[in-house]
């Protein structure tokens, strides 16, 4: 801060062309799913289009998740991870890399859907949460990725349902 003005610089781990080819691989995955979307779907019909495509696509980075948590000093080499471009274009991620996705993907099958952090299994997690048909379900596709119960043991859960075994942080400003 200087002179009552707050400069910011950011930087990027990447350079300029690197950031381009990338980019183009994400929207080459927005358009792969988007290609599994049909007109007259259903908003229930689409996010299950969305969650499904994220799954085949995806698979839980537990070496990112054991060896970015236990070194945070270094997170940097483990960042790809917690993007949806992990998710939809390496095919790997941890919980936020899932969330990302799935945000990015119902929000242009034009759904609502937000992100929400919390924890399960006493680690720090992310999710997500969808409004279908005016009602507000949780999401958790990382949950769904681990879990023995089934593909889909984590979709569209209730406020109490998610709470069974997930806790939900407070919102924050």
């Known amino acids: 801060q200087q002179d009552n003005k707050t400069w910011i610089q950011f930087r990027s781990l990447i350079p300029p062309e690197e950031c381009q080819r990338r980019l183009g691989e994400l929207e080459q995955s927005v358009r792969e799913c988007a290609a599994t979307l049909s007109e007259g779907m259903t908003q229930y019909q689409r996010e299950k289009a969305v969650y499904d495509f994220v799954a085949n696509r995806c698979t839980y980075d537990m070496e990112t998740f054991e060896e970015a948590f236990a070194d945070q000093e270094n997170w940097e080499q483990w960042w790809e991870a917690f993007t949806a471009y992990g998710a939809l274009?390496?095919?790997?991620?941890?919980?936020?890399?899932?969330?990302?996705?799935?945000?990015?993907?119902?929000?242009?099958?034009?759904?609502?859907?937000?992100?929400?952090?919390?924890?399960?299994?006493?680690?720090?997690?992310?999710?997500?949460?969808?409004?279908?048909?005016?009602?507000?379900?949780?999401?958790?596709?990382?949950?769904?990725?681990?879990?023995?119960?089934?593909?889909?043991?984590?979709?569209?859960?209730?406020?109490?349902?998610?709470?069974?075994?997930?806790?939900?942080?407070?919102?924050?400003?």
Request: hydrophobic share 35%; net charge negative.
């Open 89 to 173: 274009v390496q095919g790997k991620s941890v919980c936020e890399g899932y969330a990302r996705a799935i945000e990015l993907l119902l929000s242009l099958a034009d759904m609502d859907c937000a992100l929400i952090r919390g924890g399960a299994e006493g680690e720090r997690h992310m999710w997500n949460v969808v409004q279908v048909d005016g009602e507000w379900y949780h999401l958790d596709p990382t949950g769904n990725d681990n879990s023995d119960q089934g593909n889909y043991f984590y979709f569209n859960l209730n406020d109490q349902q998610i709470q069974s075994d997930h806790q939900i942080d407070p919102p924050v400003s």
